[in-house]
């Protein structure tokens, strides 16, 4: 499906049989997923297209239903910055068996990748 809020940017999200892969998670995914019956613990990675809230507003409350649903673990995929924007909000989503695999892209391919827990 496409679209979360007229302010945000829109949410894609592409099924497989095993999966779901998001593309940017903005204000009121949530709701999209619930309203279009996906299933929030098959969301095993989201990729965030910038780094602005338009494209992450979603994204603490997402990280926190699918911690709470008993998902191991997301992968978070996004420009620079995405770890210090995540560190900023690790006290908020923080849960004790939840890992957060963090991959900041940037230019020319390179790519830095951290595991932690949330």
Do not use: Y
């Amino acid at each position: 499906f496409l679209g979360t809020s007229i302010d945000s940017c829109p949410s894609v999200v592409l099924f497989s049989a095993n999966e779901s892969v998001v593309f940017n998670c903005g204000e009121g995914f949530q709701r999209m997923c619930m309203e279009h019956k996906v299933k929030m613990n098959k969301i095993e990675s989201v990729f965030l297209t910038r780094l602005a809230p338009e494209t992450f507003g979603g994204l603490p409350g997402a990280v926190l239903t699918l911690a709470d649903t008993g998902a191991e673990g997301l992968k978070l995929n996004g420009p620079w910055g995405l770890k210090t924007l995540m560190g900023a909000a690790k006290r908020f989503i923080w849960r004790d068996k939840f890992k957060l695999h963090l991959n900041e892209i940037t230019s020319g391919s390179q790519e830095r990748s951290d595991s932690s827990s949330s």
